[in-house]
């Protein structure tokens, strides 16, 4: 942009009219506690699935999940790291802000510069006022410079802080073949120790008050449930209810993680149909972040179709900050 062809009356009152720096340090923030709760997840997921594996849960059907759910466990880590980078450059443009703000010419002393120009002018009968109406535009263009310069700095700065920010990657796709995946170990496994016993048991179960068929763990209801309180079929972990969940507290078909409610989710606490990522903070379809509505956002405050950042509104993939509209990429478009 060329803020050259702006006076300094519109250059300094773009940046002293507006709303400041609070919006971007709140976004700061945000994302700094995104990046806590995606580590804590984590660590929390990792710490769990490790507990299964080397504890409670041992043989194929504990391979497959652990190799399964390693994709997600790295992708959790890496959008921990991704949302603290947006946090450290959401407080890298404040800086720049604040500094912008500090060197640019204040809008009083614009407008005073002017007034008194008029007062001069009127009064110049002899031209008297000559050298003094000659200083006081002298000042108007060393502030429209000041102005300019500043403006301009601000600019490349905003856009090397805008630059450094990359497309959040959506979670792993083949994490919704994992209750495929693991459901063929526990069937081979009850397969095998049926043919061993040559069809003298007719109904397997392996572990403690287990009712059904092919059961591994304890206190288990259907069939081919692995782990613990699972009522239901093809469910691997602990107290899921429905059938092919993995993980914790899950009710439903198809659902990945824990406390999930519905079908296919993938994540912690949601409640529908193929959501992905933390319940209670995120309404709609396909969102990952924080206080998203629509389908399909990425980020914080995002409502609309497909766009990734912060406070974006529109159906079309807006890239960044407070963008409406339709494919805008940058800071506050329209």
Do not use: C
Not at 121 to 141: C, H, K, L, R, T
């Amino acid at each position: 942009m060329n803020f050259s062809t702006l006076p300094p009356e519109i250059n300094s009152a773009l940046i002293f009219g507006g709303a400041g720096s609070e919006p971007m340090s709140a976004a700061a923030v945000a994302w700094d506690q995104l990046a806590m709760e995606l580590a804590s997840a984590a660590a929390s997921f990792n710490s769990v699935t490790s507990g299964l594996v080397g504890e409670s849960w041992l043989g194929p059907s504990s391979a497959a999940m652990a190799a399964a759910v390693a994709p997600y466990l790295g992708w959790l880590a890496a959008a921990a790291a991704q949302a603290q980078r947006s946090a450290t450059q959401a407080a890298a443009l404040v800086a720049e802000f604040e500094a912008v703000r500090a060197a640019m010419v204040q809008p009083a002393l614009v407008a005073a510069n002017r007034s008194d120009l008029v007062s001069l002018v009127f009064s110049n009968f002899f031209g008297q006022n000559a050298p003094a109406i000659a200083a006081i535009e002298a000042a108007y263009e060393q502030m429209w410079a000041i102005d300019v310069s500043v403006m301009s700095a601000y600019h490349a700065g905003a856009s090397a802080v805008a630059s450094a920010l990359t497309p959040f990657t959506a979670p792993p796709q083949n994490l919704t073949d994992l209750p495929a995946q693991l459901a063929a170990a526990p069937a081979a496994v009850v397969t095998a120790a049926i043919t061993s016993s040559k069809g003298v048991l007719a109904n397997l179960s392996l572990g403690l008050a287990n009712s059904g068929f092919g059961q591994m763990g304890a206190a288990n209801l259907g069939i081919l449930n692995l782990g613990s309180l699972n009522p239901g079929g093809n469910n691997f972990g602990l107290g899921n209810v429905g059938s092919n969940n993995v993980g914790l507290g899950n009710t439903g078909n198809g659902n990945i993680g824990f406390g999930n409610t519905g079908n296919g989710n993938i994540g912690f606490g949601l409640t529908g149909d193929n959501q992905q990522g933390f319940g209670g903070w995120n309404s709609g379809t396909g969102n990952i972040g924080l206080f998203n509505s629509g389908t399909g956002n990425i980020g914080i405050g995002n409502t609309g179709t497909g766009n990734f950042g912060i406070g974006n509104s529109g159906t079309s993939y807006n890239t960044g900050i407070g963008n409406t509209g339709q494919a805008n990429t940058g800071f506050f478009n329209a």
